[in-house]
């Protein structure tokens, strides 16, 4: 497998420390360790680490760096001040979601403004091609891919900050969340961000590929447990996080998908904007909702969602919850049928299991 795929840089560690190594979009990456349950209730109670080497990094240069962005982001690039994360996507020309991203303003140590758009890695050749595409007409604006030459680690959970501190020379809790900077890790250069997918607080490191598994090794024996991509989807999956592939696709928009809050329409023009003006209007097409089965039996992607003897929808991600300890689910359904408290089934391998729409996320984290 690892003869044909692509590895990160902590790729040996995985496979000396049992890591069950699987192909994800052209890369060979652990989906566990030990079990999921374990890695996943480790990251809600202390601190699970993640190898997400394999999204995408590129880095954009340039006095019209900002104004590219701005005119292929559907989330408004001109106004991010120095620090700031904004997570965004990238839409096509009817409107449909290419990607979902986060975008970092930086300064690097020369004091130089730069940005860096972290895209997922299935969707990272077809994102550069779509930039490429457009930086044509931006002679002053440059795009380069950093994803082979950085690493990149999430730490996340409650006791992410204080295990990752000692390591750090700036304050990770005077971060702000969504907020990132150029920093020291283990005396290494790094980039550190309060971000993460998986519903805790944490931070996410980009680092040099070549001192990666020693600071990851530290970090282990500081107390973080090495978690695969099998828990990462279920802890994004409690936190109502969509994962493109699953409820974010080229014939999806993102009013239905539910992220209009990354969607700024007025006052600027960007690649799909008109076409979101006009799908706005469209009080047909189905919404993103939550799910909840009050049984054992967990809805899987693609099964049917019922309302009587109707398919009224479809289920784009389904797991049984190790916080709520009952199956959940994510899927699109008829508009009229996306609020709250609705009563729905769906067919899981042909019997009716009653599901209720809710609000999502399904989990939050516990504030102090």
């Known amino acids: 497998m690892s003869g044909t795929l692509a590895q990160t840089p902590l790729h040996a560690w ?4 049992h890591g069950r190594l699987v192909d994800f979009a052209g890369w060979s990456m652990p989906v566990q360790y030990s079990s999921i349950v374990a890695e996943h209730q480790a990251t809600r109670n202390a601190a699970g680490m993640f190898d997400i080497s394999h999204m995408g990094r590129l880095r954009f240069d340039g006095p019209g760096a900002a104004d590219l962005l701005d005119s292929l982001l559907t ?6 001040q120095p620090g700031q994360i904004r997570y965004s996507l990238v839409t096509n020309d009817a409107g449909g979601i290419l990607d979902d991203v986060l975008l970092y303003h930086l300064i690097d140590a020369a004091g130089s403004s730069y940005r860096l758009l972290v895209v997922n890695a299935s969707n990272r050749e077809k994102i550069l091609a779509w930039i490429e595409r457009h930086l044509a007409g931006h002679h ?5 891919d950093l994803t ?5 680690l999430a730490v996340q959970g409650p006791r992410a900050l204080d ?3 000692p390591h750090a020379d700036v304050e990770l809790r005077k971060l702000k969340y969504y907020h990132g900077t150029e920093a020291r890790i283990a005396d290494q250069a790094a980039i550190v961000s309060r971000t993460g997918y998986t519903g805790e607080d944490g931070c996410e490191l980009i680092v040099e590929a070549d001192v990666a598994a020693g600071i990851w090794q530290q970090l282990i024996d500081a107390g973080a447990a090495p978690a695969g991509l099998g828990c990462r989807d279920t ?3 409690e936190a109502g996080m969509p994962l493109y592939g699953h409820e974010l696709w080229e014939n999806i928009d993102p009013l239905q998908a539910g992220l209009g809050f990354a969607v700024n329409l007025e006052g600027r023009q960007f690649v799909g904007r008109d076409a979101l003006v006009e799908r706005q209007r469209d009080t047909q097409a189905p919404r993103r909702v939550g799910l909840s089965l009050a049984g054992k039996r967990v809805p899987r992607e693609d099964y049917a969602i019922m309302c009587q003897s109707r398919q009224v929808g479809q289920v784009t991600s389904g797991t049984f919850s190790p916080t709520l300890e009952r199956p959940i689910a994510m899927g699109y359904v008829e508009p009229a049928l996306a609020r709250p408290g609705q009563r729905l089934e769906i067919d899981i391998r042909g019997r009716r299991e ?3 729409v809710v609000e999502l996320p399904f989990y939050r984290r516990p504030t102090t």
Do not use: F, N
């Not at 995985?14 to 420390?17: F, L, P, Q, W």
């Not at 989330?75 to 991010?80: H, P, W």
């Open 75 to 80: 989330r408004r690039v001109a106004d991010q």
């Open 163 to 165: 295990l990752v501190q």
């Open 148 to 152: 082979h030459d950085w690493a990149m």
């Open 140 to 144: 002053d604006a440059s795009m380069t």
């Open 14 to 17: 995985h496979a000396a420390h």
């Open 235 to 237: 802890l994004r999956l």
């Open 354 to 356: 009653a599901a209720t």
